[in-house]
C-alpha cells in the first residue's frame, strides 16, 4: 500500500498479540511490480517454511517499501507468489504470514494508492475494524485486531495475496478511466525507451 494518503492517523490500533518487529540492514531492494504483470493477478499460496531466505526477502522487502516509499507491501508485489506481507505503520514495523480476516465490522471510506498503481488513489469503502489471524517471524500462531488506517492496509495487502488490485474495488467507470490512464502511460514510457535506445550509441551505415 503506498503512503499516498490523508495526513490524520485517527484511531486507535489495538493488537492482541503483535507481530514481530524487525531490525533491518542495509541491502538491495526489490523491484515492485506494476499494473500489466500479470502475476499481481494470480492468488498466493501459503508459507510453509519460515527460514533464513525468507527473513532475507522480508528484509529486502522492507527497503523496496522505504524506499518506494509505502506503508505496506505484499510478496507478489516483488514477484513471490507467497501468502505474506511486510508493513510499517506509526513506525511499528512487522511481518504477517498466511492471514486470514476472521471478523469485520463497519464501514471506512479513505483515499487509497497501490505501489503497484503508481500516482494514482482512489476513495474505496473497506471494513473499519478486523480481527485477523495469521503467523509471525517468529512461526508463532498470532491475532491482530485493526482499526481504520491499519485495518485498511491489511485487507489491502491480503487483496494482493488474492490476485486483486484495488482497481477492483471501482465502479465502471471509475475503472475504465483508470485503466485507460495506466495503458496511456504504458504507450509513453515504451516510446520514451525506445526513443532513448536508438538514439543512443554510435550509428554505422
Not at 527473513?55 to 505496506?72: N, T, W
Not at 469485520?104 to 473497506?126: K, N
Request: proline share 5%; aromatic share 6%; hydrophobic share 40%.
Amino acid at each position: 500500500m503506498s503512503d499516498e494518503r490523508r495526513p490524520a492517523r485517527s484511531g486507535a490500533i489495538g493488537n492482541a498479540e503483535a507481530p514481530v518487529s524487525v531490525t533491518l540492514p542495509v541491502m538491495a531492494s526489490q523491484r515492485i511490480r506494476t499494473y500489466g504483470d500479470p502475476v499481481l493477478n494470480t492468488k498466493a499460496t501459503d508459507v510453509t517454511d519460515i527460514d533464513g531466505k525468507f527473513v532475507k526477502l522480508c528484509d529486502d522487502m522492507f527497503v523496496a517499501m522505504y524506499d518506494a516509499p509505502g506503508i505496506g507491501l505484499a510478496a507478489p508485489q516483488v514477484g513471490v507468489q507467497k501468502r505474506f506481507f511486510v508493513y510499517d505503520i506509526d513506525d511499528e514495523p512487522g511481518v504477517l504470514i498466511n492471514p486470514t480476516v476472521t471478523e469485520s465490522d463497519g464501514d471506512w471510506v479513505f483515499e487509497e494508492g497501490c505501489l503497484s498503481v503508481p500516482g494514482m488513489s482512489f476513495e474505496i469503502v473497506r471494513p473499519k475494524q478486523i480481527l485477523v489471524s495469521g503467523i509471525d517471524l517468529d512461526g508463532n500462531d498470532v491475532t491482530v485486531e485493526a482499526d481504520e488506517l491499519f485495518s485498511r492496509l491489511i485487507q489491502h495487502e491480503i487483496d494482493h495475496l488474492d490476485g486483486v488490485l484495488l482497481l477492483e474495488h471501482l465502479d465502471d467507470d471509475q475503472r475504465r478511466e483508470a485503466i485507460k490512464e495506466l495503458n496511456a502511460r504504458k504507450v509513453a514510457a515504451e516510446a520514451e525507451r525506445a526513443l532513448k535506445a536508438s538514439s543512443g550509441g554510435l550509428q554505422l551505415p
